[in-house]
């Protein structure tokens, strides 16, 4: 188990699944970790289980509902309130939702939490990165991404809504990929990378707020998923191997760098959803 003894890394939808997971195991390896969640109570659980489980005591939570934009500033504020450097970013948290509805700032909230939370939450801090580096930023994707054979820039607001919002979380899981794309290449002169993953499919509370029939078929498919456990491998594994120093804008899966959707791979659409995306978040392009 590699030594993180002296880092400090963020990591965003720790309360559960994979990114609680990783928190542990990170706290496990010396590293100072920052948890960040929308639920106090969860928040306090798992801060409680990390300490107790990694002997660290250098675990702390910060709370922020990442699917609004004040949200999302305000963690960035409270973690460079709290903290000096920077060393890993993981954006994880996201969510698949059975209906449409619209966040506090008028955006579908697919779009708002899965896309623009990494997007304005790594802008907020890329400074405290590029102050700490070598440091790295990790973006949890999915192979969903594929189901889009392309960027739809005329339906980010999520009218055109598909069955159980599979259209919206695919759209969202390609712009994690996208996004990955076009921020390793503006860090190409750095020494700070970014890279996505897929963490497979995991038995965990992901999308347990949809009923019908994607609750009728988690219930069916649920003993085939991968565990928590196995799901943050890859996660861990870009945040902390001598394997990955250096290397960045890729997309892994199962520690193996793999070949994204051709649509993932469009450098056009990259950066017109950078521009679009500091658009919305009231940011510069550059």
């Known amino acids: 188990m590699s030594d993180m003894l002296g880092k400090v890394i963020l990591i965003t939808g720790a309360t559960n699944g994979i990114g609680q997971v990783a928190a542990l195991d990170l706290a496990k390896r010396g590293a100072t970790v920052a948890v960040a969640g929308r639920s106090r109570q969860r928040l306090d659980d798992t801060l409680a289980m990390v300490r107790a489980e990694s002997g660290n ?3 702390s939570g910060l709370l922020a509902d990442l699917s609004t934009q004040a949200g999302v500033r305000q963690l960035a504020e409270q973690f460079q ?3 000096s450097r920077l060393d890993v970013l993981l954006n994880n948290a996201g969510a698949i939702f059975g ?14 939490l899965n896309h623009l939370g990494y997007y304005l939450l790594t802008r907020l801090l890329l400074d405290m990165l590029l102050e700490s580096a070598p440091a790295r930023i990790v973006n949890v994707s999915s192979e969903g991404h594929r189901r889009q054979r392309s960027y739809n820039f005329d339906n980010i607001d999520g009218r055109s ?18 996004f990955t794309r076009e921020l390793a290449r503006r860090l190409t002169d750095s020494d700070v990378t970014a890279n996505a993953l897929h963490p497979g499919v995991i038995a965990t509370g992901f ?26 491998d890859t996660l861990i594994w870009l945040a902390t191997a001598d394997e990955v120093e250096g290397q960045s804008g890729g997309y892994y899966d199962r520690r193996r760098l793999r070949q994204p959707s051709a ?12 521009a679009l995306s500091a658009e919305l978040c009231g940011l510069p392009v550059d």
Do not use: C
């Open 99 to 112: 209906e449409r509805a619209e966040t506090a700032d008028g955006f579908e909230r697919t779009f708002a």
């Open 161 to 178: 809504w598909s069955t159980m919002g599979f259209t919206a979380y695919a759209q969202s899981k390609l712009a994690n990929i996208l």
């Open 57 to 59: 005591e250098a675990v």
């Open 81 to 83: 309130q709290r903290f």
């Open 207 to 232: 999308g347990s707020g949809i009923g019908g029939l994607m609750g009728l078929f988690g219930s069916v498919v649920r003993p085939f998923l991968k565990t928590p456990e196995q799901g943050a």
């Open 263 to 274: 649509a993932a791979q469009d450098d056009d659409a990259a950066r017109r959803l950078w």
